[in-house]
């Protein structure tokens, strides 16, 4: 009995440790890949670099909101696939920016953050594909207006860099 409750303990604990690798939320190997996110000081906001490796075009858009509390819970980051109905602050409206990744391509964008959001942001990038819905939530925090420009590396649907 004591061994099994052991091993059980083991691999929850081995579960938990992978999440934060990527292996979330129905990821796949070939999702677009938010690569960097640098927040800057004019315009207020973020330069987002996100890569579509897939063989087919991808619509993208891209925001800064107030972080909300789900972010911190989740360590930072998290992903969301919806395959049905969606919510109203996915839609194409609420998005700074959109734009439609070809099969292969890298694309910077600049997104300014209006007066509501605070130093601590939430960035929300939503990708387009073939039947689903892909949201990658981040935390960015902005520099104040004395500088600390420090990049923050993503890999793989917004999270920790992948070892390949």
Not at 36 to 48: E, I, S, Y
Not at 53 to 81: C, N, W
Not at 89 to 113: N, W, Y
């Amino acid at each position: 009995m004591f061994v099994f409750s052991l091993i059980s303990l083991l691999l929850l604990v081995g579960a938990i440790l992978l999440i934060p690798a990527g292996l979330r939320a129905g990821d796949r190997s070939g999702d677009a890949l938010l690569l960097n996110v640098q927040p800057q000081l004019a315009p207020r906001g973020a330069t987002v670099t996100v890569n579509n490796p897939e063989d087919a075009a991808v619509l993208v858009g891209v925001s800064l909101r107030r972080a909300r509390p789900r972010l911190r819970l989740e360590g930072g980051s998290y992903v969301k696939i919806r395959t049905g109905r969606t919510t109203s602050d996915l839609r194409a409206d609420q998005q700074t920016q959109i734009a439609v990744l070809a099969a292969g391509e890298t694309q910077t964008v600049v997104v300014r953050a209006d007066a509501r959001v605070r130093r601590r942001a939430e960035l929300v990038v939503v990708v387009g594909q073939s039947q689903r819905l892909r949201s990658i939530h981040r935390l960015v925090v902005l520099p104040r207006s004395g500088g600390d420009q420090a990049s923050h590396q993503i890999g793989v649907a917004g999270l920790q860099p992948l070892e390949r």
